[in-house]
Structures are given as structure tokens and as C-alpha cells.
């Protein structure tokens, strides 16, 4: 496990807030040359502490919804483990995949136009590994909310704007370059307009313009990071949660208190058997009681069930359905 020191943490923070940005941007806000941020970037991958870059797609407005499945394992003999994530690895219309602990062992976020289309691709999952899926349950996810990682710099919660999507259903038109240009930045957020319009023949200069407009419509949120918390001394951990007798302005009062904590990354609104969930990583478990604790109490009125789920590894984030591509 390694211990990040203050460059690291800091490179690492301007990775979060836009992973997007070029060496020398990034050398600039560090106060540093971009030979070290070259050198330290590479190290930080090398070490895996960085799994990639992803870009953050408002999939909803694509005529998507992102759907939840958690699944508990069983039969894992001759390498069907690894056939499995092979498997979603390789899948178009896999969102997120993480290994966790708890009730669970795998956590898989899927993309699908409709709960039909979601339906198919869940079968298709548990008909190729029916003696390996031993139960599974099913969410909806309707908002997502990115509060960051402002833990690695800073003591206080920076007030800016953060990636979110779902909440209303506006989808807007595209074309075919546009969605190759999604799929290429999808789990590549760092490539270049050079490198993309070598790729689909059109100019850098289309490109940037391109993803420029998809940025002012919403559908480009950002870019960020794949961090394996397990790499360094960090572990991350999903609160799920079903409400009773919730209110508009109690979920509004839930959202701004979690998002005053530093540890604090995120929140989701769901629909099934729970109803909201928050992300959250800390160095130690005193910190993962303090954060749970704190909330129960604080929420105890209107909190039904509470249930933590521990995450180990994230293998995968790409908010592109890769099926749209072939449509188009």
C-alpha cells in the first residue's frame, strides 16, 4: 500500500477536479515543471494507483438510465472469477463494476434504454454464469451527484460546480461523430482532439468545437480519475438506505449535510428496495463508524433500514452504452 505524499495528493486533486487538463496547466497550478507532473503521473499509473481516465456522460440524456444490480457469487472454480469480469469488462453496456464485500461480491452498473432492454441484458448475464449467480437485487438510479475528493488538499469543502446527472428526462439529438467522439473519450478522458480526429477522419479544430457544444448542453459532465483506493491508504464504502415518511426538503437538508463532509463523494437517488445511497472513503474504520453513526443519528426519524457495503476493487467506469454505435 502505498503513502501519497503532498505532490501526489495534490496532482491527484487537479485530476479530480478535470482530468482533462494538459501537463503544463496542471504544472502551472502546482507550481512546479511539467517534466515532475509527467514523471509523477506515469509513477501514480506504474503503482496503480491511477486505473485510467474516464469521462463523466449525462447518459439520460442520450435516452438511457443507468440501473444497479448487486450479485453474491458462489461456484468460483477453474477461473470462472475471472471469466466473469472478463465478461463485463468486455460488455457495451457496462457503467461501473466493483468487487465489495458484505452480502455482496459484485456491484454492476448497467446502461439500457428501458427496463425491457435492461431485463434482456440482465438474462443475458445470468444465463451465461447460472450456477455462479447465486441472488442478485435490482435498482433504479435516478440522480447522481459527484461532491469530489477535496479531501486530498483541503480541510474544507470547496464550493463549485459538481458533475450530475438524471433528476429530469431531456434527451437531445446527436450524430454518429459525436458518439464516436463520447466513445473514444469514454474510457480515455485524456486523449487528445489530435489523436480523436486521426481516429474518426475530421479535423482537431471539429473536435474541439464538437466537444465544446456537448459540454454546454450537458451532456460532457467532466473527467476524472479511476483511483484504486486499495493502492493507497484509503478505503471506499457505499451507505444504501430506505426512508420513511421522506420530504422534498428533507432530501434537500440530507444532500447539503453530507456535502459539508470532506469524506464525502457522492450520493445517488434510487428507485427499489433502497432509496438513496452515499459514497464514502477514509483512511481507517474509526472514520467509516464516525461518518455512519453520525448520519443515523442525525437522520434517525425518517431512516428505515441502513446497510454499509465495503468496495475493494473498481475494475471499470465507462458511461458510454457502446450499443448505441450500433445503431447509428
Not at 176 to 183: T, Y
Request: glycine share 4%; with cysteine; aromatic share 10%.
Amino acid at each position: 500500500m502505498d503513502k501519497l505524499d503532498k505532490t501526489d495528493l495534490k496532482l491527484l486533486s487537479e485530476l479530480e477536479k478535470d482530468s482533462e487538463q494538459t501537463l503544463s496547466q496542471i504544472a502551472m497550478k502546482l507550481k512546479t515543471s511539467q517534466q515532475v507532473v509527467s514523471y509523477r503521473l506515469k509513477s501514480l499509473e506504474e503503482r496503480k494507483v491511477i486505473g485510467g481516465f474516464y469521462t463523466i456522460i449525462d447518459i439520460t440524456k442520450l435516452g438511457y438510465t443507468n440501473y444497479r444490480a448487486m450479485f453474491r457469487l458462489s461456484n468460483l472454480v477453474e477461473g470462472k472469477h475471472k471469466e466473469i469480469i472478463s465478461f463485463l469488462m468486455k460488455h457495451k453496456n457496462v457503467l461501473w463494476l466493483v468487487e465489495c464485500g458484505g452480502r455482496w461480491d459484485l456491484i454492476v452498473n448497467f446502461t439500457a434504454k428501458n427496463i425491457i432492454h435492461y431485463n434482456n441484458i440482465l438474462k443475458e448475464f445470468v444465463n451465461k454464469f447460472p450456477k455462479q449467480i447465486q441472488n442478485y437485487d435490482i435498482l433504479t438510479t435516478v440522480e447522481v451527484i459527484y461532491f469530489g475528493r477535496d479531501y486530498f488538499t483541503k480541510e474544507k469543502r470547496t464550493e463549485s460546480k459538481t458533475p450530475s446527472f438524471g433528476g429530469k428526462w431531456e434527451t437531445i439529438s446527436t450524430d454518429k461523430i459525436n458518439l464516436q467522439i463520447l466513445n473514444l473519450m469514454s474510457e480515455n478522458a485524456r486523449i487528445n482532439s489530435v489523436e480523436i480526429a486521426d481516429k474518426i477522419k475530421i479535423s482537431p479544430n471539429t473536435v474541439l468545437l464538437r466537444i465544446k457544444e456537448m459540454k454546454k448542453s450537458g451532456l460532457i459532465q467532466g473527467a476524472k480519475p479511476l483511483i484504486h483506493l486499495e493502492n493507497i491508504s484509503y478505503s471506499g464504502y457505499k451507505a444504501l438506505i430506505k426512508f420513511q415518511n421522506i420530504t422534498e426538503a428533507k432530501e434537500k437538508e440530507i444532500i447539503n449535510n453530507i456535502k459539508s463532509n470532506m469524506n464525502i463523494v457522492g450520493a445517488i437517488k434510487l428507485v427499489g428496495l433502497w432509496d438513496f445511497e452515499i459514497e464514502f472513503e477514509v483512511e481507517n474504520k474509526e472514520q467509516m463508524l464516525k461518518i455512519t453513526r453520525n448520519f443515523r443519528d442525525k437522520f434517525k426519524e425518517i431512516i428505515k433500514e441502513f446497510e454499509v457495503i465495503p468496495l475493494f476493487h473498481e475494475y471499470r467506469y465507462n458511461f458510454f452504452p457502446g450499443d448505441l454505435l450500433k445503431e447509428k
